[in-house]
Nanobody, 119 residues
Framework: QVQLVESGGGLVQAGGSLRLSCAASGSIFRIATMGWYRQAPGKQRELVATITSGGSTNYVDSVKGRFTVSRDNAKNTVYLQMHSLTTEDTAVYYC?????????????WGQGTQVTVSS
């Protein structure tokens, strides 16, 4: 069983910055991709950013140039640095970790952290 603990959400004014963290613990054999998704009220959950074990990153177009995803493999932790936040970034942000136990790939989610950007 894997536990994901997220932190760093909150209320920020438009133009501000926040940094999210997600630490994975428990029965982890090998972590593959880590990333962040978000879900705004009335909308579907969408991918924000992912990072592979080799450090390759992927971003949704709306955050490119403003958000940076990174990971610390020694700490099994993924980060999301967010700059130039807008009200459109308001959502619950979920950490996602894909990891192997043997040859089986598991997909785990954090509990979500609220990010609210005020105008």
């Amino acid at each position: 069983q894997v536990q994901l603990v997220e932190s760093g959400g909150g209320l920020v004014q438009a133009g501000g910055s926040l940094r999210l963290s997600c630490a994975a613990s428990g029965s982890i054999f090998r972590i593959a991709t880590m990333g962040w998704y978000r879900q705004a009220p009335g909308k579907q959950r969408e991918l924000v950013a992912t990072i592979t074990s080799g450090g390759s990153t992927n971003y949704v177009d709306s955050v490119k140039g403003r958000f940076t995803v990174s990971r610390d493999n020694a700490k099994n932790t993924v980060y999301l640095q967010m700059h130039s936040l807008t009200t459109e970034d308001t959502a619950v942000y979920y950490c996602n970790v894909k990891h192997y136990s043997g040859y089986k790939l598991y997909d785990d989610w954090g509990q979500g952290t609220q990010v609210t950007v005020s105008s």
